[in-house]
């Protein structure tokens, strides 16, 4: 069993906003938030009164910009969002949202497999056992966590964790993060494809309520195997898709410069998402991205898990499990 202080180490130091990294797409407001820090340097008791003003101005310059800019990104642009260095990871929401978090490692075929963390909790007042990926937040914990990319012995503690809220009647509260499951030889030599297709089989066979909530990307199989959830969640600037838009479009124009077109020809954002029925819900997050104010984002995921899963209160464990099983039937039928 892993020690909350290991887990703890994984956890990102707040930046202050000059040490923000910054997306292609994001250069205009870094040059005016580039300026505003110059100005605030410069304040002396002399030129206080002068600059204040224009500080002012610049900032509110570059709020009406980052608002402008979050609210028409492309497809692409919201898979860079998904994909930022400093976004809140698996651990970020478990430090913030669950007390009591015991971390549970290991298998019991083969060893732990740090990509996937996951062990009961509380949220809220209530027992839950809590599941994700966790990509990593410094060099250091990414090679650690394998970049959120499983083992299959990580999908098999996911099975081993999920089989014993079952038996305690613990709801399972999933946060997705990968790019996809671990695609080398040594997976593929341990049963990866089995070990996916039996998360999956144990998700849809379990009687107490599971909640999925995409946080960042949700990729492939590695995703699904703990997503196969009665209510699924995304995000506002979360993708979710079967590949990502370099490996589509590597595959259908052997281009994988053509990602951008990928990215909008596969419907991977979560408004499209939730058009086709794929998943139930969108959690909206501050304007700039989760990045920008954690917390905020942070908090707001937690209420969304609690009134989704306050909807199997009083649910017997048949109808739970028939609930997901039709919700997964219907998913295609009406488009």
Known sequence: ??????????????????????????????????????????????????????????????????????SKLTPWQKTQVARHPERPHCLDYIERLFKDFTPLSGDRYFADDPAIVGGPATFRGRSVMVIGHEKGSNTESRIKHNFGMAMPEGYRKAVRLMQMADRFGLPVITLVDTAGAYPGIDAEERGQAEAIARSTDCCLGLGVPIIAVIIGEGGSGGAVAIATANRIL???????????????????????????????????????????????????????????????????LGTAVALALAEYDSMPPERVRRQRHDRFLQMGRNL
């Open 234 to 300: 995304m995000l506002e600037h979360a993708i979710y898709s079967v590949i990502s838009p370099e490996g589509a479009a590597s595959i259908i124009w052997r281009d994988s410069a053509k990602k951008e077109e990928a990215a909008t020809a596969m419907k991977i954002t979560a408004q499209d998402l939730e058009e086709l029925g794929v998943i139930d819900g969108i959690v909206s997050e501050p304007v700039g991205g989760a990045h920008r104010d954690p917390k905020s984002a942070m908090d707001a």
């Open 1 to 70: 069993m892993a020690s909350i202080d290991e887990i703890s180490d994984d956890l990102p130091v707040e930046r202050s906003p000059s040490l923000r990294t910054y997306l292609d797409f994001e250069k205009p407001i870094a040059e005016l938030e580039s300026k505003v820090n110059e100005m605030r340097a410069l304040i002396d008791e002399d030129t206080e009164k002068s600059l204040t003003g224009e500080i002012k101005k610049l900032e509110e310059k570059a709020r009406a910009a980052l608002s402008e800019t979050y």
